[in-house]
């Protein structure tokens, strides 16, 4: 079944650099979209990014857009974020998420990962 | 952007009740709409695609409904497993975006 993994969370200093991994299996990682959704504790849930199934279209709320990057290796099956200039308000657990093949929903999510922006 | 505003914010229901949880889109979303379940420490799980589909392995006690700017959820008969959080959400086909309801909390009486 599919798997999702996420990880490379942590604490980071106001300004700061973190990147995100997501270990994919179960399915035919280079036919699909992904997607990083996030979760402030007790908030509700934000779009962060999407990438393409052939990478060829990556998209970000104004929120993150110029800071984070979304990238994808399918050698790897693994799907990245790399986030910078990082915010206290991008506190938040940090899902992976399939895309519903070519819908725009999300139909499988990882564990999350806890990043924590504070000095 | 365009704004899912859900209602009410707490639902307060006895086990074998019906729910009915409202989404509205501050402009027509026609029917691509989104229903998602989220229990305490899990992620989230797509329940409804499209207003009204349900996802593979949903009971048929969840229903969707709606189109436009006002949808609805609806649970047939509360089972146990089913005090959780709901969110809907949108995606718009351009600008891409993808946005999320505030969520509606149901909850036992």
């Known amino acids: 079944q599919v798997q999702l993994v996420e990880s490379g969370g942590g604490v980071v200093q106001p300004g700061g650099s973190l990147r995100l991994s997501c270990a994919a299996s179960?399915?035919?990682?280079?036919?699909?979209?992904m997607h990083w959704v996030r979760q402030a504790p007790g908030k509700g849930l934000e779009w962060v990014a999407f990438i393409r199934y052939d990478g060829s279209t990556k998209n970000y709320p104004d929120s993150v857009k110029g800071r984070f990057t979304i990238s994808r290796d399918d050698s790897k099956n693994t799907l990245y974020l790399q986030m910078n200039s990082l915010r206290a308000e991008d506190t938040a657990f940090y899902y992976c998420?399939?895309?519903?093949?070519?819908?725009?929903?999300?139909?499988?999510w990882g564990q999350g990962t806890l990043v924590t922006v504070s000095s | 952007e365009i704004v899912l505003t859900q209602s009410p914010a707490t639902l307060s229901l006895s086990p074998g009740e019906r729910a009915t949880l409202s989404c509205r889109a501050s402009q027509s979303v026609s029917s691509y709409l989104a229903w998602y379940q989220q229990k305490p420490g899990q992620a989230p799980r797509l329940l409804i695609h499209?207003?009204?589909n349900r996802a593979t392995g949903i009971p048929a006690r969840f229903s969707g409904s709606g189109s436009g700017t006002d949808f609805t959820l609806t649970i047939s008969s509360l089972e146990p497993e089913d005090f959780a959080v709901y969110y809907c959400?949108?995606?718009?086909?351009?600008?891409?975006?993808?946005?999320f309801g505030g969520g509606t909390k149901v909850e036992i009486k």
């Open positions: 179960g399915f035919t990682f280079s036919s699909y979209g």
């Open positions: 959400q949108q995606r718009s086909n351009w600008p891409p975006g993808f946005t």
């Open positions: 499209d207003a009204s």
């Open positions: 998420a399939k895309d519903r093949s070519g819908t725009y929903y999300f139909d499988d």
